[in-house]
């Protein structure tokens, strides 16, 4: 017989044997039965190395009551899913909702009406089955995430050295080779320069996904000026800027030194800002705003772009996710930055939020505490 096809095992309590032989007798065909007659003797059978499935458990003990009992199993990591039926007499003044307070799935009065206890008795152990098996599901589904984490970890980090030595490669011909080379193969070596680019980007963002899901984002929190990065990261994209004829409009209210991790912060406004010039319009504008509200930094990203149709906007922050329509066939994205940019304002006890209108274009906002006390 397999653990499967096992009956499963019955934890009776009760100091009246007469009651434990009436449940016995009644449920012996279908499932093992143990018993106890006082508290202490219940927990110590509860605690043992095999726990039953189910306790039927009376609240009126010589030692201690049902109550006490309830709660002790409760509070064991290894005997508190243990579903307990509480036993009462319908001559006893009962508390249900004390019951249910301590951890009690349900009641059956004296005397017995079998059928019921029974039915009872069948409903909760299989509401522990199926409750079981959907743990047993999520140990594993953990399991193979952590699997599948370590393996992209792997992966992207072989994969990046080459990636870069093509890309470098390939830029290093295109600025040696520009006049000793046909158009055509200009055009191929222009080819290569940017899917290596993507695929690199793509690497990265495997990299961050995988280190993120594993818990192991390390931050390196220290005190910076935040206007000064910003305005760093935006001269970093002047080119493209300046490629699509965008205008970039900023407002900084005048804001402390706050703390937090310079390399991450960078990384969430270089990702809001490629992507508000990347779905940008030509001679379009985008607005960076800096305001300081209560204890908190909020930092907006306004663009003039296509927007966010109003049902994808909940799943924008999902991994590769990818709603708006580019205007540039050539731009590509993973699907990836945006769910990585939450994660790191998160972790930075922060909040990042969207805000888009379809045609009407979008803003990204998010938000750093003053004051860093929840370091990770």
């Keep these: 017989m397999t653990q499967t096809d096992e009956k499963k095992k019955i934890l009776i309590v009760d100091d009246i044997p007469s009651n434990i032989q009436i449940l016995a007798e009644a449920m012996r065909d279908d499932y093992q ?5 006082k508290g202490e003797e219940a927990l110590k059978i509860a605690m043992a190395d095999q726990p039953p499935d189910l306790i039927l458990l009376d609240i009126m003990l010589p030692d201690i009551d049902g109550y006490t009992v309830c709660r002790h199993l409760k509070n064991e990591s290894t005997t508190r899913d243990i579903p307990i039926i509480f036993i009462t007499a319908k001559s006893e003044e009962t508390d249900e909702t004390k019951g249910f307070e301590f951890g009690g799935v349900d009641y059956i009065i004296k005397p017995f009406s079998i059928p019921i206890v029974k039915a009872r008795v069948q409903t909760h152990i299989e509401l522990k089955r199926k409750r079981d098996m959907l743990k047993e599901m999520a140990d594993r589904l953990e399991q193979l995430n952590q699997t599948k984490n370590k393996f992209l970890g792997i992966a992207a980090h072989d994969l990046r050295s080459p990636l870069g030595s093509v890309r470098g490669f390939s830029r290093l011909l295109i600025e040696e080779l520009s006049d000793q080379v046909s158009s055509d193969q200009q055009e191929f070596l222009e080819i290569i320069y940017q899917q290596s680019n993507h695929m690199l980007a793509l690497v990265d963002d495997l990299l961050d996904v995988a280190v993120i899901e594993s818990g192991k984002l390390d931050l390196r929190i220290q005190k910076e000026n935040l206007i000064e990065i910003i305005e760093k990261r935006i ?12 205008e970039v409009s900023k407002h900084f209210d005048n804001i402390p030194e706050i703390s937090f ?8 406004m270089d990702n809001l800002l490629s992507n508000s010039i990347k779905f940008s319009p030509e001679n379009a504008k985008i607005i960076v705003n800096v305001y300081k509200i209560d204890n908190r930094i909020r930092v907006d990203v306004i663009d003039e772009g296509p927007g966010i149709p109003l049902e994808h906007q909940p799943h924008i922050f999902g991994a590769f996710q990818k709603f708006r329509k580019k205007h540039a066939e050539s731009e590509k994205s993973t699907g990836l930055g945006l ?19 379809h045609t009407k274009g979008t803003t990204m906002s998010f938000t750093l505490p003053v004051r860093y006390d929840n370091l990770i």
Excluded: M, P, Y
């Design 33 to 37: 039965i143990i018993f106890a007659t």
């Design 235 to 246: 001269r970093l994209f002047q080119h493209k800027l300046n490629k699509k004829h965008i």
């Design 261 to 268: 991790d310079r390399i991450r912060i960078s990384q969430v």
């Design 339 to 357: 769910s990585i940019v939450k994660r790191i304002v998160e972790a930075h006890d922060g909040s990042i939020r969207v805000l888009s209108e």
